[in-house]
């Protein structure tokens, strides 16, 4: 069973920084792209981050470059998302999520439980 | 930057009704569009992708269609389960993808 739980949400000061974790297991995970979206409290869903499989290719929505790195550890079965110079704009319920189908794992077909990030004062 | 609108924002219907959801590209995006579904404190679940393959373990009642602007989902006849919000999401401008604002689904 493919299973996908976050870590590393919590409340955080504007100007912050916070790591995200991903563990998976039931799958091969050095075998598929992997992302992270995002869900504003009460709005819809975001396309964050996301990085090909042996690391080598990492493409970031616009307002995140240069503030959040997306990374891996295949060794681990794990992915991170580091998150600097954090906004209030940035709070949200952050997902890592499994890209599957197509080229580029072009879709997302297991999802975790989700972390929050409140960023606030 | 693609831009997804649905509609429409709201759908009350009864068990048992067919459910039309609408997905609109502001431009073309072949058949490189999902469609998820997400109930309230669930993470998203795939049920379409490209445009008109069900993913693993769909059933049915749910068919995607259309290519370029336009998108449908349908979801024959509705089951108590199938209340929800869904999402189109499209990755015709991959690496970059982009969600619809979600048409929620309600019991009427």
């Known amino acids: 069973e493919v299973q996908l739980v976050e870590s590393g949400g919590g409340l955080v000061q504007p100007g912050g920084s916070l790591r995200l974790s991903c563990a998976a297991s039931?799958?091969?995970?050095?075998?598929?792209?992997m992302s992270w979206v995002r869900q504003a409290p009460g709005k819809g869903l975001e396309w964050v981050a996301n990085i090909k499989q042996d690391g080598s290719e990492k493409y970031y929505v616009d307002s995140v470059k240069g503030r959040f790195t997306i990374s891996r550890d295949n060794a681990k079965n794990s992915l991170y998302l580091q998150m600097n110079s954090l906004r209030a704009e940035d709070t949200a319920v952050y997902y890592c999520?499994?890209?599957?189908?197509?080229?580029?794992?072009?879709?997302?077909?297991?999802w975790g439980q989700g972390t929050l990030v409140t960023v606030s004062s | 930057e693609i831009v997804l609108t649905q509609s429409p924002a709201t759908l009350s219907l009864s068990p048992g009704e067919r459910a039309t959801l609408s997905c609109r590209a502001s431009?073309?995006?072949?058949?490189?569009l999902a469609w998820y579904q997400q109930k309230p404190g669930q993470a998203p679940r795939l049920l379409i992708y490209?445009?008109?393959n069900r993913a693993t373990g769909i059933p049915a009642r749910f068919s995607g269609s259309g290519s370029g602007t336009d998108f449908t989902l349908t979801i024959s006849s509705l089951e108590p389960e199938d209340f929800a919000v869904y999402y189109c999401q499209q990755r015709s401008n991959w690496p970059g993808f982009t969600f619809g604002p979600g048409t929620k689904v309600d019991i009427k």
């Open positions: 999520a499994r890209a599957d189908y197509g080229d580029h794992g072009d879709y997302f077909d297991y």
């Open positions: 490209d445009a008109s």
């Open positions: 039931g799958f091969t995970f050095s075998s598929y792209w």
């Open positions: 431009q073309s995006v072949s058949s490189y």
